[in-house]
């Protein structure tokens, strides 16, 4: 039976790749500063995501604005799956 932070993962991973930022994901050749990074380090930068998505929403034109709402849905789903499963476990690094 695969852990929660396999399974988090994986979804994690397949999120990045598929909103173009395969720089953010782990354990990978094209990660970048991920090491170490445990549950609660996805869940903090996909809320860091959707803060971002929300800002460029409305400043983007319409095509533009539906692909962010996309984007921040995938996020929000994947922290309203994994947030309750971090409980009191701290993040390795500041997600802004």
């Known amino acids: 039976m695969k852990s929660v932070y396999e399974i988090a993962l994986k979804r994690y991973n397949a999120i990045m790749e598929s909103t173009g930022k395969e720089h953010l994901t782990i354990e990978t050749q094209l990660s ?4 170490g990074w445990n549950v609660a380090d996805m869940v903090a930068e996909c809320k860091a995501q ?7 929403i409305y400043g983007a034109d319409t095509e533009t604005s539906y692909e ?6 995938k996020f929000e789903r994947f ?3 994994f947030a309750p ?3 009191n476990v ?3 690094v500041e997600h802004v």
């Open 32 to 35: 970048e500063n991920t090491e």
């Open 50 to 56: 959707i803060e971002f998505c929300n800002d460029a």
């Open 68 to 73: 962010y709402r996309l984007e921040r849905t």
């Open 79 to 81: 922290v309203k799956r």
């Open 85 to 87: 499963q971090i409980g």
């Open 90 to 92: 701290k993040t390795i």
